[in-house]
C-alpha cells in the first residue's frame, strides 16, 4: 500500500495519567521518613517501648510499596487515533497486553460536562454502547481532550461526507 493511499490521520494523542514525582525524588522522601522513624524507634527504645520499633519499619515498608505501586499504575496510557473512516482506541494497562476499541466515527458521539466537575467522565457513544475515555486524567485535561475529539470527529465527518 503506497502512502498516498493510507487515510489521513485527524487525531493521534496518547492520554497518559499525571506523572508521580521522579525516582530520585521518591527515593528521598523515603529516605527522609526512614530517617525520622528510625530517630523516633531510637527515642521509644530508649524509653523501654522497644515493641513499637517493627510498627515504624513496617511504616516506612509501606510506604515503599505504596511509592512502587504508583510508579507501575502511571504506566498505563490510552492512543486515540482518528481518520476519515475509524477511530480508535488502544488501552495499554501497566502491565499485560493492550485492548482495542475501533468505532466508526460517523455514529460516535462525545459526552462530557461543561464545565467538568471532578466526577465527570468522557464518554464515546456509539450504537448504544458507552465507553470511558481518560479516566485517569484530571477533570479540565478530559474536558480539553473532549473538545479536541468533537472538533476532530467534526472533521471526519465532513471528510467522509465530501
Do not use: C
Amino acid at each position: 500500500m503506497s502512502a498516498a493511499a493510507q487515510p489521513a490521520i485527524l487525531l493521534d494523542e496518547v492520554l497518559r495519567p499525571n506523572p508521580p514525582m521522579t525516582p530520585r525524588a521518591l527515593v528521598i522522601v523515603l529516605a527522609a521518613v526512614a530517617a525520622l522513624n528510625f530517630a523516633f524507634a531510637a527515642y521509644f527504645v530508649s524509653r523501654g517501648a522497644w515493641p513499637v520499633t517493627p510498627f515504624m519499619g513496617a511504616d516506612v515498608a509501606l510506604l515503599a510499596w505504596a511509592f512502587r505501586a504508583v510508579r507501575i499504575a502511571s504506566r498505563r496510557h490510552e492512543r486515540v487515533t482518528l481518520t476519515p473512516d475509524s477511530l480508535r482506541v488502544v488501552r495499554q494497562p501497566p502491565t499485560g497486553s493492550a485492548t482495542q476499541i475501533a468505532l466508526n466515527p460517523y455514529w460516535v458521539r462525545v459526552e462530557m460536562d461543561d464545565p467538568p466537575e471532578h466526577w465527570s467522565q468522557l464518554t464515546l457513544w456509539s450504537h448504544g454502547k458507552a465507553y470511558r475515555v481518560g479516566t485517569f486524567l484530571a477533570p479540565a485535561q478530559r474536558f480539553s481532550f473532549a473538545q479536541m475529539l468533537k472538533n476532530a470527529l467534526r472533521r471526519a465527518r465532513e471528510t467522509h461526507s465530501a
